[in-house]
């Protein structure tokens, strides 16, 4: 069956980073862009960042520009969300989740999504 599990989430101080990982299985990664939510206490999912099926291309939230960075291992069936720079306001958890879109291209809707892991915590405390 069809499995995201992400892995790497923590305890961080203010400034600090983190590397998270979504392992896929049950279907064909490479076929399908890739992308990072998060979900805060009281608050909707939103979408983080993202990236295409081919060619890598990514879309980010303006939140998370130029601090988090995605990227994917297709041989390995793992998409990655470097995080850095990480604020307080970043406490979440993180789920990644997979969808069909055209090749080149990703969605941070949440709506768009097939499949969704189960999430990681992410806690960014002194």
């Known amino acids: 069956q069809v499995q995201l599990v992400e892995s790497g989430g923590g305890l961080v101080q203010p400034g600090g980073s983190l590397r998270l990982s979504c392992a896929a299985s049950?279907?064909?990664?490479?076929?399908?862009?890739v992308g990072w939510f998060r979900q805060a206490p009281g608050k909707e999912r939103e979408g983080v960042a993202c990236?295409?099926?081919?060619?890598?291309?990514?879309n980010y939230a303006d939140s998370t520009k130029g601090r988090f960075t995605i990227s994917r291992d297709n041989a390995k069936n793992t998409v990655y969300l470097q995080m850095n720079s990480l604020k307080p306001e970043d406490t979440a958890v993180y789920y990644c989740?997979?969808?069909?879109?055209?090749?080149?291209?990703?969605?941070?809707?949440?709506?768009?999504?097939?499949?969704w892991g189960q999430g990681t915590q992410v806690t960014v405390s002194s």
């Open positions: 990236i295409s099926e081919l060619d890598g291309n990514t």
């Open positions: 049950g279907f064909t990664f490479d076929k399908y862009a």
């Open positions: 989740a997979a969808h069909t879109y055209p090749r080149t291209t990703c969605s941070l809707s949440r709506s768009a999504q097939n499949f």
